[in-house]
């Protein structure tokens, strides 16, 4: 089998770098090892930016996203009993988000690749990169019992944190940043209204929550855990009374609860691969860093990541152009790093952390009186949170 990208990893990255690239005319085969049933399955986070969105218009696959996503202008940060709103819209001279559920996203990628015949093969088991360094790489894997091989001239790793392409970068070559946070969000879905219109992101005595939504009967709630916590710990009572205590009281009062339909635990962390080339082979999306989700920066980032990458594949098969190649790294990781800074200041503000009660919890009320007091600092926010420009 030969194509002109390999991809590894069906996910949102490389779903989506592999349609941009077909309506160029540049082929590709995305090698995911899971079925297409476990992918569509994962419930994550769901807040675009406007520049996921309009990359999603630019693959021709936001008919649906723009029908059905709900625009945001505003978010809301709770501090024990206050709530603040930071007006998205007006202080960023009009930007918005869009609450779409990722789930969605990921249906609506495989259904476009469908439609044009995409080579999406899913249960590739083993997929192993070799050759990186050659102007000839191929990838091996196992389908169906039969071992199988496709030969490329590109390799991207859009396999996720777990996935196997950062792991051949050489030790001596690959340079990881990480910070792991000393909690979790248990997180639940449930068929009921949504407590309030726009996100609320809390911090109270029992440290984080959030409230946030996928449509007007299905609600998606968080609540700060221990990192090793099991959702199996957690009746819907139980989880339904933490909520209530970590939300302001006049929010809580007219929460409305119900069964969990999906209950999970994840946990939080913040992590740079650099550099995210090596010889043949080029790192996207959760492959290459990771953020808390506090910031919704995960989708959003995986987005930047593809547009630089799709733009530079083109430019080296239409034009012989390899400038965008050569500077994908160092691009992508200037825009990942102050999306790092934002996931780590917003979970930083918002969440418990044990072993910095006393002095910290002062620093956090103080970091809340600024933000509600300056303008400066919620425009920094608003900045952030819309997504900074590619
Ligand atoms: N071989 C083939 N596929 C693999 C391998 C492997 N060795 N390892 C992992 N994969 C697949 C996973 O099954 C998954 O479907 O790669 C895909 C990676 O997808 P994601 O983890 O979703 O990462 P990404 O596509 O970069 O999307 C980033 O989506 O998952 C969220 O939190 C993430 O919001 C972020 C965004
Ligand atoms: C979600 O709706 O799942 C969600 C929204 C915003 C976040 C994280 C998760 O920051």
């Known amino acids: 089998m030969r194509t002109q990208v390999g991809i590894i990893g069906g996910g949102p990255s490389g779903l989506l770098l592999s349609q941009l690239l077909h309506l160029q005319g540049v082929s590709s085969v995305v090698l995911e090892r899971r079925s297409r049933a476990h992918v569509l399955g994962r ?46 819209e007006g202080l960023t001279g009009g930007k918005t988000v869009m609450v779409y559920g990722q789930t969605e996203v990921t249906h609506d990628l495989y259904e476009a690749r469908d439609a044009l015949d995409g080579a999406v093969i899913d249960e590739a088991e083993n997929v192993t ?22 030969d490329c001239d590109f390799v991207i790793g859009c396999d996720g944190f777990h996935g196997i392409s950062r792991r051949c970068v050489p030790s001596d070559v690959l340079q990881t940043f990480e910070r792991v946070y000393p909690f979790g969000w248990l997180g639940v879905l449930s068929e009921t209204p949504p407590v309030n219109e726009e996100l609320i992101y809390a911090r109270h005595d029992s440290g984080f929550a959030l409230c946030s939504l996928r449509g007007p009967q299905l609600s998606r709630y968080y609540v700060q855990v221990k990192a090793d916590e099991s959702p199996d710990g957690w009746s819907d009572e139980r989880f339904w009374e933490r909520l209530k205590s970590a939300i302001p009281a006049e929010v809580a009062a007219r929460l409305v609860t119900g069964p969990a339909v999906e209950k999970s635990v994840a946990p939080l962390r913040s992590f740079v691969a650099e550099p995210l080339r090596w010889g043949r082979l080029f790192l996207a999306g959760d492959a290459a860093h990771i953020v808390p989700p506090t910031g919704a920066k995960g989708l959003n980032l995986a987005a930047s990541d593809i547009q630089y990458l799709s733009s530079a594949l083109i430019d080296w098969y239409k034009k012989g152009e390899a400038g965008g190649l050569d500077g994908y790294s160092a691009r992508a990781l200037a825009r990942v790093w102050k999306a790092e800074r934002f996931s780590w200041w917003m979970t930083s503000l918002l969440h418990r952390f044990p072993e910095n009660e006393g002095f910290g919890d002062r620093i956090q009320r103080a970091e809340f009186d600024y933000l509600a007091g300056s303008k400066a600092a919620q425009t920094m926010l608003a900045e952030n949170y819309v997504g900074l420009p590619y």
Request: no cysteine; aromatic share 8%.
């Open 43 to 88: 419930i994550r986070a769901g807040v675009l930016e406007q520049g996921f969105q309009n990359l999603m218009r630019q693959a021709g696959i936001a008919r649906r996203m723009d029908r059905e996503g709900q625009i945001h202008s505003g978010v809301n940060i709770a501090f024990y009993e206050e709530r603040l709103r930071i007006d998205l």
């Open 129 to 150: 990169p070799h050759d990186l360094q050659s102007d000839a790489p191929y990838l091996t894997f196992t389908k169906d019992g039969a071992e199988e091989r496709l």
